[in-house]
């Protein structure tokens, strides 16, 4: 498990460096961070850290010698693996101070693939983050790797190998570096193929190491922009390809704290990571596939296998916030159904509240909320409304805040001494903030017992008010307005100013705040800017926790509490809720949007980044506001994105205050358009629907880069702004202004058009594909067979319509597909559920049921598409009967065989063509 070696061979490699010819030492590119950002680095600035040396105009940290950990004891098997004691080498050399003197790291063996390293204090207990993950209770018995520690006495560092191949997929570079308030860890990484982390907007799926590029991790509210900004959540875990068979591995970081990540070359051009957090321990989890789709089936398994949506969330959901009135509403659904757009959920924003309050609605805009509530229904149109976390400190009139302050269920200042001597008597002790309501607000503690309840039950006393069918929670990061500012931008103008403003201590100006405090939307600099005070009490119960440590999690914990509160009111039925604020484990209980974006061509494009970035955190339903959220779009691009976003997972049109309309229905030719490509959406959901169904049970991808189904492919490596669902149907979108071709990457295989059925291309090729305004290019790949179902105006109507199956040939004439159905939003079980596998096989088309034939009495196949049929049968029967001639077409020109046939998916199916 642990190799015995000593630490000579990288002393002398490092000796080696320094003597051969003058050049750098290699290490030089680990920069050393400072607070402010790198544009101070001076000597002088660098002179202040004795972590920290200045060589040839850099300032770099120090090396493993004089920087890092010394071995200080022989391995102890613990059973489960092993751990060693680790001593500071020299006290002296710091960052910020206060550094851990004795450490401990451990190995802890889970699945033969998945591995635990932690990196604690021996001296103190430190945070370590509670959200509780699934861990087996014994481990396997055939590790694919080992751990590399020194002997007793050497310089600590630590080595992560893949046995199979000898990859060396974790190598510690440079000193550790453990600080009360500063962790910092580098490791050489096995290529340059680096992909996830977040929240942050990346341009491109595969990262960028030149120039060197940081970005921060840590829950904020921060609009999608082009830049390195954190954003609404907290994901610190990134995969590897190690080597061109597509070997690959994946970490996660499992800490809660503000943090940053840095990618970069060293000198001799190595790829190399930089994994610094201000908080808690160092606490990894190793993940070796080794294929990247079995890398992001074994992470999921551990963090919660996504919650299955029920079908209709599958739908089109129409949005904005700004339709100000039911009437705004009833317009933009009279344009939908005048132009028969497919459409299963219309999303209410803040402006249905009344002075933005949660659980209340607007008496004078809104006062027939619940007859239009009752109009939706009546369509099987679906409700989903907006609540933000914090409510409003009126405690006299306002029952949601009396009650809550019954519970208990706000966050109190850390220290009652703490507490603004301005605050208002009733607020208490808890942390006041403002929002979006005129007045100042209170936070919920959702981590907590009794807000849980809370909560709850103001969700229960609300839904007898409105008829909600879905909750939508925003601001979760959590949001404060004006945090440190003379007051925030929305403050009354007639009220004195004020705001929320954070005292001077180590938690609120902890050292090294993050790059944080430098991008985006900054204006206090500093990490509580746009959010509430870090010197927050959170408990969970048992525990206290500051806000500091928990922050990240708080989006996390409301959209628990929330789906809680749903199962309470709709026993038995699978809940949505769509939250803005993530964290590794959401996706078991939340969907997700990605956040305020503008109605920009390269945010269109960086959408199919975020959707693949959340594919990777275990959150597969996702999407980006279709057509932009800030700014208006012009025709061309709204119908682009309306295309591009038919094949979100969560496919939503949402806008936002102050802007025109832009659902479908106001341009005729979007308005078509929409029509045309929602219905081939809701065509394909049968195929979506089995594909949330395994993600759900297996924790499998829905939507897939295409490395994920070709990892040995260099050249689907590279490829974002193409995508899969499953392993079947792709997807090519316009992606740029004015485009009418684009030019599409066809891995491996047969590639045939999807609707069309002729042959596209056979890859691996590059063709550049006609794609005027009123097409998408689709594809489905030889091998594969999509069950689909006729469209209709919504999935209630869509759902009993007749099946048909697209059955795509490969090179050897076989295709291979699956069917899962049940009532649709009802709590997935096997007994309620019918399973069929698919395949075709020497010329016949046969299913097998595996269970839950009553649960599909009805329901028909109808129509079967064969894509790449050579010629035209002479004969064919169906479960033995023979079909005449007039029951099939077989088109020459694009070799499609159609066959109309009427047999129950409740019975075998048995097509034989000769
Ligand atoms: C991994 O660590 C062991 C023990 O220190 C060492 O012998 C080995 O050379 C290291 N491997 C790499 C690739 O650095
Ligand atoms: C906050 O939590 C800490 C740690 O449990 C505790 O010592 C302190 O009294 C709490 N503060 C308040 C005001 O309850
Ligand atoms: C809704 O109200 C806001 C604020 O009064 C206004 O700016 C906006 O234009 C209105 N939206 C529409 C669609 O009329
Ligand atoms: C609103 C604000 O102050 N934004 C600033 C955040 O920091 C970056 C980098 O220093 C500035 O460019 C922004 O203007």
């Known amino acids: 498990m642990h190799g015995g070696q000593t630490a000579l061979a990288l002393l002398l490699m490092l000796a080696a460096g320094t003597l051969v010819g003058g050049q750098q030492t290699k290490l030089q590119a680990i920069e050393c961070p400072f607070p402010e950002g790198q544009s101070v680095a001076s000597e002088e600035e660098c002179g202040k850290y004795t972590a920290c040396e200045w ?25 489960r693996g092993f751990k060693v004691s680790l001593r500071k080498s020299d006290p002296s050399v710091t960052m910020f101070g206060h550094d851990e003197s004795n450490l401990i790291f ?44 020194p002997a007793l006495g050497d310089h600590f560092r630590f080595n992560v190998t893949r046995s199979s191949t000898g990859n060396t997929l974790f190598r510690t570079a440079g000193p550790l570096t453990f600080e009360d308030q500063f962790i910092q860890i ?25 120039p060197r590029s940081t970005f921060p991790i840590f829950a904020r509210d921060q609009p999608v922009g082009t830049d390195a900004m954190n954003e609404y959540g907290h994901h610190p875990y990134y995969m590897v390809m190690e080597d061109d068979q597509g070997n690959s591995h994946s970490v996660l970081l499992y800490n809660s704290n503000a943090m940053e990540y840095s990618t970069f070359l060293l000198d001799d051009g190595t790829p190399t990571l930089t994994l610094r957090t201000i908080g808690g321990i160092l606490d990894f989890h190793f993940f070796l596939g080794p294929t990247p789709e079995e890398v992001n089936v074994q992470y999921v398994n551990m963090v919660g296998n996504p919650a299955f949506p029920p079908y209709w969330a599958l739908g089109f959901h129409l949005s904005r916030w700004g339709y100000n009135s039911t009437e705004g509403v009833r317009a933009a659904r009279e344009r939908m159904k005048a132009m028969n757009i497919p459409q299963d959920v219309q999303t209410l924003d803040i402006d249905y509240m009344e002075r933005q309050r949660d659980f209340t609605y607007d008496p004078t805009h809104w006062g027939d ?68 309501p005129d007045t100042k607000t209170v936070f919920p503690d959702f981590l907590k017992p009794e807000t849980q309840e809370w909560w709850s039950n103001e969700i229960k006393l609300f839904h007898e008010v409105i008829k909600f069918d879905s909750l939508w929670i925003d601001m979760n990061e959590p949001a404060n307005f004006g945090t440190n500012l003379d007051k925030p931008f929305n403050w009354p103008p007639d009220k004195e100013p004020w705001s929320l403003k954070c005292p001077d201590d180590k938690w609120n ?34 525990s206290t926790f500051l806000h500091y440590d928990v922050h990240s999690l708080y989006g996390w914990s409301e959209t628990v509490a929330t789906h809680k509160a749903l199962l309470e009111l709709f026993p038995g039925t699978r809940p949505v809720v769509l939250s803005r604020s993530t964290f590794p484990g959401s996706g078991q209980y939340a969907i997700h949007w990605l956040g305020d974006n503008t109605a920009d061509w390269t945010h269109m494009k960086m959408s199919i980044v975020g959707m693949f970035d959340f594919t990777m955190f275990g959150i597969p339903m996702v999407g980006a506001d279709v057509c932009g959220f800030f ?122 058009n999807l609707l069309e ?158």
């Open 757 to 914: 059925g002729s042959l596209a291309a056979t890859g691996p090729a590059t063709h550049s594909i006609d794609a005027p305004l009123e097409v998408i290019p689709l594809y489905v790949r030889g091998g594969v067979i999509l069950p689909f179902q006729e469209p209709s105006i919504n999935t209630v109507d869509s759902r009993q319509n007749p099946f048909g199956l697209t059955v795509a040939l490969d090179a050897s004439g076989e295709a291979f597909g699956e069917i899962f159905w049940d009532s649709g939003d009802g709590e997935h079980s096997m007994g309620e559920s019918y399973m069929c596998k698919l395949q075709y096989v020497g010329n016949e088309l046969t299913s097998f049921i595996k269970h839950g034939e009553d649960v599909v009495v009805g329901l028909k196949f109808e129509v079967i598409s064969i894509y790449g049929a050579s010629s035209n049968p002479t004969a064919i029967t169906v479960n033995g009967a023979s079909l005449s001639e007039s029951d099939w077409t077989f088109s020459e020109d694009v070799e499609v065989l159609t066959i109309r046939l009427s047999a129950h998916l409740g019975e075998p199916l048995s097509v034989v063509i000769s």
């Open 55 to 79: 060589t040839d105009g850099r300032c770099h940290m120090v090396d493993n010698v004089a920087g890092g950990y010394v071995v200080d004891s022989e391995p102890e098997d613990t059973g």
């Open 509 to 542: 100006n902890p050292p090294y705040p993050t790059k944080m405090v430098r991008v985006g939307d900054n204006q206090s600099k500093r990490i509580t800017d746009h959010t509430i005070c870090m010197t927050g009490n959170q408990t969970d119960g048992t």
């Open 186 to 210: 580098h490791t050489w990484l096995a290529s340059s193929y680096l992909y996830g982390f977040g929240e942050n907007t990346h341009l491109s799926y595969k990262h960028q190491f030149e």
């Open 631 to 752: 700014s208006e779009p012009d025709m061309e691009m709204c119908a682009r994105w309306m295309q591009l976003g038919a094949f979100y997972p969560f496919s939503r049109n949402h806008n936002t205050m102050g802007t025109g309309d832009q659902d479908p229905g106001m341009w005729p030719e979007v308005a078509e358009i929409s029509r045309y490509i929602l219905g081939v959406r809701y065509r394909y959901l049968p195929y979506l629907y089995a594909l949330f169904h395994r993600a759900h049970m297996h924790g499998a991808t829905v939507v897939k880069p295409l490395l994920n189904v070709f990892p040995d492919d260099l050249v689907a490596r590279d490829v974002d702004d193409q995508f899969l669902w499953g392993n079947g149907l792709m997807v090519a979108p316009v992606l740029k202004q004015g485009a009418v071709s684009r030019d599409v990457y066809f891995p491996q295989g047969k590639w045939y």
């Open 369 to 436: 909320l619940p007859a239009l509530v009752e109009e939706l229904h009546n369509d099987n149109v679906k409700l989903t409304i907006i609540l933000d976390p914090a409510v409003v400190i009126d405690f006299d009139d306002y029952q949601p805040s009396i009650r809550g302050k019954e519970a208990d269920a706000f966050i109190k200042w850390s220290s009652l001494s703490l507490v603004p001597e301005d605050q208002e008597p009733a607020a208490d002790d808890y942390m006041v903030g403002y929002v979006w």
């Open 106 to 149: 451990e190995v802890i063996h889970h699945e033969d693939y998945h591995l635990q390293i932690k990196i604690y204090s021996a001296d103190e207990s430190r945070y370590e983050v509670p959200v509780p993950l699934n861990l087996p209770e014994s481990p396997g018995s055939e590790p694919k790797y080992s751990v590399g520690v």
